[in-house]
């Protein structure tokens, strides 16, 4: 089983920083991109950003400009996330591409999330 574990939520007030962490398990093949999605008090879970193995780098619009996500190792990806704002409130869940085996297809995996609320 392969595990993504999650750190740096928190409460932070409009306007603050956070950092979120994640780190997959070494119980793996090969890892493809890696992300950060948020599940928003009652709405849909949405991208936020991901990255591949290269660095290339994506975000939803919403954020762009303030959050950054990076790689600074094979199984980690961080987020900072600057200028939060309360809309930015929510469950922040990792998400990996993983290949178990050599032969094997790809499988997304998730954490369990953090949660980041912004006050207003």
């Known amino acids: 089983q392969v595990l993504l574990v999650e750190s740096g939520g928190g409460l932070v007030q409009h306007g603050g920083s956070l950092n979120l962490s994640c780190t997959a398990s070494?119980?793996?093949?090969?890892?493809?991109?890696m992300g950060w999605f948020r599940r928003a008090p009652g709405k849909e879970r949405e991208m936020v950003a991901t990255i591949t193995p290269g660095g290339m780098d994506n975000y939803v619009e919403s954020v762009k400009g303030r959050f950054t996500i990076s790689r600074p190792d094979y199984r980690k990806i961080t987020l900072q996330m600057n200028s939060l704002k309360p809309e930015d409130t929510g469950l922040y869940y990792c998400?990996?591409?993983?290949?178990?085996?050599?032969?094997?297809?790809?499988?997304?995996?998730w954490g369990r999330g953090t949660q980041v609320t912004v006050s207003s």
């Open positions: 998400n990996a591409q993983v290949w178990k085996f050599f032969n094997s297809t790809p499988s997304e995996y």
């Open positions: 070494p119980t793996f093949f090969a890892l493809g991109s």
